[in-house]
């Protein structure tokens, strides 16, 4: 036989909370819960993903919008990796030899934050402290030394030919289109008209004589890019040893085992 239904009354349908047991105001005051709560098999799989410590096993995870998914799997993920060990930092630096292919190093971990901060301190104290190095007394003496060194010697290739040439009555006479020779009579230069007058025997060794003098001249300006090479090689020398000099580059503490850890 049927029981009759009975309808419910408002006392049976409501339960009162205990408010006063609560540790909290409002649930604003409460923090994000961690993980996938309403999905607990989800939960189980992500952290026996994370259990496995072999290459080639990845986590991947998708869910509806609004489900949290990206917040969720970090949340586990972090809590898993605060049981093991503090993985290294790696940090790519500038290969001077091979641009484009820069140096990885390895750093204990947190520290490549510290390792940025005191490459760029060091940057900082190397714009401040470079040009006012390569500007000083010393250096500006230094240098134009080197370079005076080289000038001279140049001189001294020009100067040794133009006696020969003078010595075998031959003028060498710079123009707009370069050097250039002339017979010379008396310390002066003998214009083509006067020089047709000359002897045929005269002639003739005049012009042997500017001959070979042509090439001697032609292995003096040979060299004068050689010797300017050696002075830019001279003047990077200087370059690079005042660099190494410079003193900010001993108080930098660049090592791993000078910086100090990431807070």
């Known amino acids: 036989m049927t029981q009759p239904i009975h309808p419910l009354s408002a006392e049976r349908l409501y339960r009162a909370a205990d408010l006063d047991a609560l540790e909290f105001e409002t649930t604003a005051d409460l923090a994000p819960l961690r993980g996938l709560i309403t999905h607990p098999r989800a939960s189980e799989a992500i952290v026996f993903g994370t259990e496995i410590s072999q290459r080639g096993f990845n986590i991947f995870a998708i869910g509806a919008s609004g489900a949290r998914i990206q917040q969720s799997v970090k949340a586990l ?10 993985p290294a930092d790696w940090v790519y630096v500038n290969n001077f030899a091979s641009p484009h292919r820069p140096r990885a190093i390895s750093l204990p971990g947190r520290r490549a934050p510290a390792f ?4 760029h301190d060091l940057i900082e104290d190397l714009r401040a402290s470079l040009p006012a190095i390569f500007e000083s007394e010393d250096y500006q003496k230094r240098r134009s030394g ?4 080289i000038q001279a010697r140049n001189e001294q290739a020009f100067a040794a030919l133009s006696e020969k040439a003078t010595a075998r009555n031959v003028a060498i006479l710079r123009t707009p289109m370069g050097f250039g020779m002339a017979p010379m009579r008396d310390g002066k230069v003998v214009p083509p008209a006067e020089f047709n007058t000359w002897s045929e025997e005269e002639q003739r060794k005049t012009r042997g004589a500017i001959y070979e003098l042509e090439k001697e001249l032609e292995e003096t300006l040979r060299s004068i ?12 020398a200087l370059d690079r040893e005042t660099n190494h000099s410079d003193p900010t580059r001993n108080s ?3 090592g791993p085992i000078m910086l100090s850890p990431a807070r």
Not at 116 to 119: H, L, N, R, S, T
Not at 146 to 149: L, N, R, T, Y
């Open 225 to 236: 890019p050689r010797l300017e090479k050696q002075q830019r090689d001279a003047v990077r």
């Open 116 to 119: 940025q901060k005191a490459i």
């Open 146 to 149: 080197i370079e005076q060194s």
């Open 252 to 254: 930098m503490k660049l």
């Open 77 to 86: 993920l972090e809590d898993a990796a605060r049981a093991r060990p503090l």
